[in-house]
């Protein structure tokens, strides 16, 4: 059974720079075998897409409103992904959830459908 645990969300200024890790862990798990993302809740609004890394090549997708400011990557540690966010901004307060690919070996997919496996989010909240 995979389970993800995320870390690192906080309180911080418009402006600042915050880095997000998930932790995946299972006896049969790898993030190197499944695509990855982020997701992101805001409160009174829809769960929405914000970044994917490829398990074929790594190739990543980014939201349009955060691209450019965010980057995923999976540090070969532990079957980790992060998202490091630069240039926060009040409208990026959400709760951040990691996420991984119902199906081992798909192609690449930003569609929270496709995602069957989620961590328990971590509360990012940016102040103007």
């Known amino acids: 059974q995979v389970q993800l645990v995320e870390s690192g969300g906080g309180l911080v200024q418009a402006g600042d720079s915050l880095t997000l890790s998930c932790r995946a862990s299972?006896?049969?798990?790898?993030?190197?075998?499944?695509?990855m993302g982020w997701f992101r809740q805001a409160t009174g609004k829809e769960r929405e897409f914000v970044a994917a890394?490829?398990?074929?090549?790594?190739?990543?997708y980014y939201a349009t409103s955060v691209k450019g400011r965010f980057t995923i990557s999976k540090p070969n540690v532990n079957n980790a992904l992060t998202l490091q966010m630069k240039s926060l901004k009040p409208e990026d307060t959400a709760i951040y959830y990691c996420?991984?690919?119902?199906?081992?070996?798909?192609?690449?997919?930003?569609?929270?459908?496709?995602?069957?496996?989620w961590g328990q989010g971590t509360q990012v909240t940016v102040s103007s």
């Open positions: 299972g006896p049969t798990f790898s993030s190197y075998e499944y695509n």
């Open positions: 890394i490829s398990w074929r090549d790594g190739t990543t």
């Open positions: 996420a991984a690919d119902k199906r081992r070996y798909r192609g690449m997919t930003t569609e929270q459908d496709s995602y069957g496996t």
